[in-house]
């Protein structure tokens, strides 16, 4: 059974940093890419990010493109997103989740984690 | 990026009804090498993270009912619940995933008349 839990969400100062990870199990992690989706309280679904299994390629949306760094350590079967120069419109709920299929990701998303909170506050 | 629509924003229903929800992109999500739409509908129920609960645009996953089903081509679709069930109560998006970044709707809350 596919289990994706997220931690490292916090109340952080606008311009701090922050650290989010999702360890995954019940599937071949390696095998698989990964994305970070973000949801602001009481709105809807943003998608932040994706890495390809092998992690070689990255993908960003533009809101966060030199501030947020997705990573990820196969050998620990945990995706990572670094979280930097923190804004107030970065608070959300920020979710971890396995693409569809094995190979070139296709941004369907399959398993969802349950989520891990960032607010940025002063 | 494509542009996601939905409506309505809610809408609701008595038990045993019909709910329908529209979809529209503001580009073609049919590829035309595999003839797929690649368009997914999720539900998120309160508290709880998103579930996938059909994709290219009409391809239930395993375990959703029957009584919801995706239809659509291009750059319309509908997502249809037959005989509302207490249990579905919940706000559903839509997504495209034929371009980098994918996109979603704004999301439509269904709730019990």
């Known amino acids: 059974q596919v289990h994706l839990v997220e931690s490292g969400g916090d109340v952080v100062q606008p311009g701090k940093s922050l650290r989010l990870s999702c360890v995954a199990s019940?599937?071949?992690?390696?095998?698989?890419?990964m994305h970070w989706v973000r949801q602001a309280p009481g709105k809807g679904l943003e998608w932040v990010a994706v890495?390809?299994?092998?992690?070689?390629?990255?993908f960003y949306t533009d809101s966060v493109k030199g501030r947020f760094t997705i990573s990820r350590d196969n050998s620990l079967n945990t995706l990572y997103l670094q979280l930097d120069s923190l804004r107030a419109e970065d608070t959300a709920a920020y979710y971890c989740?396995?693409?569809?299929?094995?190979?070139?990701?296709?941004?369907?998303?399959?398993?969802w984690g349950q989520g891990t909170l960032v607010t940025v506050s002063s | 990026d494509i542009v996601m629509t939905q409506s309505p924003d809610s809408l609701a229903v008595s038990l045993g009804e019909r709910a329908t929800i529209s979809c529209k992109s503001s580009?073609?999500?049919?590829?035309?090498?595999?003839?797929?739409?690649?368009l997914a509908w999720y539900q998120q129920k309160p508290g709880q993270p998103p579930k996938l609960l059909i994709y290219?645009?009409?391809i239930r996953e395993s375990g959703v009912p029957d009584r919801f089903s995706g239809s659509g081509s291009g750059t319309d679709f509908i997502l249809t619940i037959n005989s509302l069930q207490a249990e579905d109560v919940a706000v559903y998006y839509c997504?495209?995933?034929?371009?980098?970044?994918?996109?979603f709707g704004g999301g439509t809350k269904v709730e019990i008349k």
């Open positions: 989740a396995r693409d569809y299929s094995t190979g070139p990701f296709t941004q369907l998303l399959h398993h």
């Open positions: 019940g599937f071949s992690f390696s095998y698989y890419a």
């Open positions: 890495i390809t299994n092998d992690g070689n390629k990255k």
């Open positions: 580009q073609s999500l049919l590829y035309s090498s595999n003839n797929k739409n690649y």
């Open positions: 290219w645009a009409s």
């Open positions: 997504q495209q995933y034929y371009g980098t970044p994918p996109t």
